[in-house]
């Protein structure tokens, strides 16, 4: 397996609320051979307050996290948050502006020497992993859980800025966990506002968005929910209790997508980190083991009918070749063709049972 | 020679602030000027007769008229130097309201410049020689491209008055898209019940030869001799023995073939005819769906043909048809919605487009006129219509209105409570415009009689709950999100110039706009003419437009060919290039640079040399400026002439 | 040529009559003022300009020269405005060997319903010529002899 290496920006949600994201994103690489090169005395991606007042000092945080990594001889990173993501490329696409660019190194007094990138865990994972070795590492398969990927606001948006997947129906979550072994239901509200930090000027509006998540999740049948960003993982988890008040009931373990391959790879509880969670995973592990042995079963009786079929085929096929030799014999014809396309003739229906079979 | 020149007030709209007199008492001592007066209104009656009364009581042999843009009266004064006596080309005009005084305020300033524009009106005309154009016969037969209702319209209007009518239709049924509609707005009545009997017309019409699913290949000539390839592509059903009996649609095998007619709404044959009053009504394959073209084995078709019609060999043909002139009525096409991630970009089978929604509510549609979701084939109840979908949106590239989807949305909207009377619509706009006869009453009415909710907003996002559709959007008005859940979300989809209008431009010479609409000769006064003389526009290909407009321009565009063509002899243009043979060495970089083949190379006595082909000559000057020998000169715009407007404006 | 003094500069225009005329007709109609400094010579197409009546407008004592024809790919002839293009980016290169500064040169593309962009256009380049001020005369220029030389030019 060849080994990538590449800078790391953990972000500040990595080290407080989001550990297990933290935890389960360093193991997953270091399984599927990322080398992470954390940047040296990092700091504050330039987020939410910083921006929205002035967006040259917002992105002068980002820049001095740029010359850390240049520091390190670190030209392209990834970073697990979205919105971290978000404020270190808008600096970067800001910062092309010479203008703009002059009047942040003012204040960092650190111009740039280096080419960046930035892009997140996820966007790595698909384009530079790929969901075939993924899959391949899969030791412990998650075949029965069935899940609804959450990207959130940022993945994706804006689309000019983040240039990766569809802005609208990303699917990049969708093939990791269909790597993993999920059954990835079609969810509608993947790019649906959960809330973000509403939460602090007005504490109704949280609840509600998030619940309309979670209800269309358990709608479609969801054990989990899958996700990719720090906060909407809270506001997801965390608010269940308020979200029950506002009248929707659904509990739903909301885990992040590296948690699930840490599990699917066969990793230790203690790099899963599933018990940092709010909404315990346990019960839909437990749904999951009891559909893959259904699913199991389902899949031999399948096999076994399919074999029988393919036998009885073999058999009607050898007897009608016998017939057509015996014809072709007597009329001093080739047998070969005949027999062919007898077989031939037979193939549609049987796949027609088949199918009524499996049904 | 004897220069009169002649300042126009324009009532105030010059002399308000320009000096006029004192421009005339300057453009007096201008060389070669023994005439030189201000006068109110130059370009009416008594202005023209005090100009030709100048003429011949001072023997003026050149005219200057310093008045409003040549771009608007230049042919009006050039008549009236001619009922002078003098050559229409020995006249200039100076440009002093739209380049003076209606750009500026300072009087000092702009009588200055009023004064210059007249000495270099005055120093060309100079140099000015009579030209005197060449007359050359027309054919009196007119092409019309494409076969909608506006170049229906101009087809018939055209072959009424008697010229023969050569029709190109890309599709093989004419129609356009008004056959795919169900009803018309304001008067909600059947539309194929009106355009029918219009469709028999032309396939009947004496004078009309119809090429469907044909395409122009190349256009060459000039106004009243246009040499026109047109392609006849292959449709492996010789149309000389179809009957139209349909056998062949009802037996073929390929039975999921795309039905472009019904916009894809049901699946169709291989072998079809697009509908039962399509003209011509003839079967034609579509190769991509033919199981014989794509595996090899079929013919079923041929086998129950009753004339053996069916031709599986059948090549592409050309026809050549001379014409006199071209009405261009290409019509246009429905922008590709599925762009927006928001309305599902075509993941929803609830989601359809309001030609779809036509055709499921015409009775000879798919759904025989039954409104059923696509998904379960169930009646839906809450239909939401969303306005302005690819319309007034810059950032898919159309920023401009549609036009027609608020009036055709308040029809979809009354139709649909007709068909199913405990339905609820609800209409997402953004503005209503409704500029027509009885257009706004309409609106009005799908509010207050068919009780259809109008919800002043966009939608945000389209997606499926529980076997319904929610539609998030905005209401602008209450100041609030609203989430409806539909059972069909009908997309009002704007229009966009045809697929290929650009390169059709091309072929046909005339200028585009920058979303391949055609450009008018003028926005207001050549509403149905182009740049290019002979060719005409009607209908949506020049921008988008509803019916009766379509019609009316379909009628304009016949009127403007009919007078063109109702003349037996046309003059040519004598602005063009011509060669001085004594200058010229033969290097054929003129003829080179020529885009439109008008110049060709003779033998003099042994010597190579250009020739200008005088119909053929647009009068570009490009051969003028490319010739190194100045051999090749543009009447009226030499080298000489320009250089003396130059050179009137030169200090040193 | 009579200018204003101290008011104007010499700017001569050459306009396509099928464009950028037409959108000079259109700010007029639109009443977009602008400066009064631009005299412009209507020609039948961009194509039709030979370089050499720029460079003896140049000489001849203008202060400035502009030449605006149809968008590239929107000739009213097809391509004339692609061969205006190409020379003029030659002529442009070319105007320094002749001791011109090249800035007192600009061509631009203006369609007829640009109105507004032609006011933009025209404002834009009378200030830069204003800026760059009067053009010199050149030794021994003045008088008709001049004339005749660059009537030899292009003739």
Redesign the interface.
Known sequence: MSRIDVGYFPGCSGLGTSMEYERSTRAVCRELGIGLREIPDWNCCGSTPAHSTDSALSAALASRVFAQGEKAGIGDMITPCPSCLKNLRVALEHMEDPLFSARVDALTERPLQMRHSIRSVLQILIEDVGPERIKARVRRSLKGLKVVPYYGCLMTRPEKIMRFDDPENPVALDRLLEALGAEVLAFPLKTDCCGGSFAIPARKVTPRLAGRILDMAGEVGADAVVVACPLCQMNLDLRQGQIRAGGVDRVLPVPYFTQLAAYAFGLPEQEAAFKKLVQDIQPAFACMSRRAADIEAEERKTAAAEAEKARLAAERAAKAAEKAAEKAGAKDAAPDGAGKKSAAAKKPREKADADGGEA | MRIGVFICHCGSNIAGTVDCAGVAQRAAAYPDVVYSTDIMYACAEPGQDAVIAAVKEHGLTGVVVASC???MHEPTFRKAVERAGINRYMFEMA?I????S?????V???T??A???VR?AAAKLRLNRELKPKSFPVTKRVLVIGGGVAGIQAALDAADAGLEVVMVEKQPTIGGKMAKLDKTFPTVDCSSCILGPRMVDVAQHPNITLYAYSELEEVSGYVGNFDVKIRKKATYVNWDKCTGCGLCTEKCPSKKSYDRFNEGVGPTTAILIPFPQAIPKKASIERDYCRLFNQGKCGVCAKVCPTGAIDYAMQDEIVEVKVGGIVAATGYDLVDWTVY??YG?G?YPDVVTSLQYERMLSASGPTGGHIKRPSDGKEPKDVVFIQCVASRDPSIGRPYCSGFCCMYTAKQAILTKDHIPDSQSYVFYMDIRSPGKGYDEFTRRVQEEYGARYVRGRVS?I????GKLVVRGADTLMGGQVEVEADLVVLAVGGEAAAGSPALA?KL?I??DGYGFFMEGH?KLKPVET?TAGVFLAGACQGLKDIPSSVAQGSAAAAKAIGLLSRNMLDSDP?IAFVSVNRCVGCRKCIE?C??KAIREIDMRGQPKAEVIETVC?????C???CPQ?AIQ?SH?T??Q??A???????? | MSVLEGKELRIVGFLCNWCSYGGADTAGVGRFTQPTDLRIIRVPCSGRINPLFVMKALIGGADGVLVSGCHPRDCHYAEGNYYARRRLEVLKGLLPVLGINPSRFEYTWVSASEGQRWQHVVETFTARIHALGPAQAFAGTTGPANHNRADAMVS
């Open positions: 843009t040549p771009r440009n309201r739209e380049h003076v209606w750009i500026g305020k300072d000092e300033a702009n200055n410049k004064a210059e524009l270099m991630g928001e970009a993941r996002m997606y499926p709950k529980g091309e010479r200028s585009y926005p740049n602005q640079v885009p439109f647009q009068g570009c000057g490009l003028n400026a490319t100045g543009l715009f080298d000489n320009i250089l407007e130059v050179e009137a404006l030169c200090r040193f």
